[in-house]
């Protein structure tokens, strides 16, 4: 289990971690994997115009079934741009799927999401499949793809997403993601309609 607040407290390179963002993204575009940018460097680019400065890595979502097929291809792929690929122990058995990419302590994590007909897929969090179409989010000229409509995804997501949250603890940040948190999203959205937030 991750300590976050250690995570958050490491000195970051944002100059790093851009530079292994592209090269990440332009690797999975150039051997056509569909893949989506999410989570944390998502919410830093739409709503400050760049990397959130405590987050500690970006997270690339991938559909969990070509990402176990692919993974020696990915891997192979990856790792010939200088940067570190190896897969999460639990990749082979296809349970919470991820790939760990790395270079100077800048991780990307490539997480593989199942999905079905009507959602996406990585318990606890699901999200409904129509939100991982052809959306995109322009940053320093590259456009990367991503979940939307951009503002749905980020309130399913993180609730309120606007107010930024410096916590080493994801249950402070992250609000109606999935069946095991039906109940924090209730209370948010009954929260939001008292105009608490």
Excluded: H
Excluded at 145 to 168: F, H, M, N, R, V
């Amino acid at each position: 289990m991750y300590d976050y607040n250690k995570l958050i407290e490491r000195p970051k390179d944002m100059v790093r971690r851009r530079k292994n963002l592209e090269a990440v993204a332009a690797v999975l575009d150039t051997i056509g994997v569909r893949w989506w940018l999410y989570e944390g460097a998502l919410l830093g680019f739409y709503r400050d115009g760049d990397f959130i400065a405590w987050d500690f890595d970006v997270d690339i979502l991938m559909d969990s079934t070509y990402m176990v097929e692919n993974y020696a291809k990915i891997c192979g792929a990856v790792s010939e741009t200088g940067l570190t690929a190896k897969e999460d122990a639990r990749t082979r058995v296809g349970i919470r799927p991820k790939i760990k990419v790395d270079s100077d302590g800048e991780p990307i994590s490539i997480n593989g999401y199942r999905f079905t007909e009507t959602e996406v897929v990585r318990e606890p969090y699901r999200f409904p499949l129509e939100w991982w179409s052809d959306g995109t989010i322009e940053q320093w000229g590259v456009k990367y793809p991503c979940p939307t409509p951009i503002e749905d995804y980020l309130e399913a997501a993180y609730g309120c997403w606007k107010t930024p949250i410096c916590s080493g603890n994801p249950n402070e940040y992250r609000r109606g993601r999935g069946v095991r948190s039906l109940g924090v999203e209730r209370t948010y959205r009954k929260a939001k309609k008292r105009g608490e937030y």
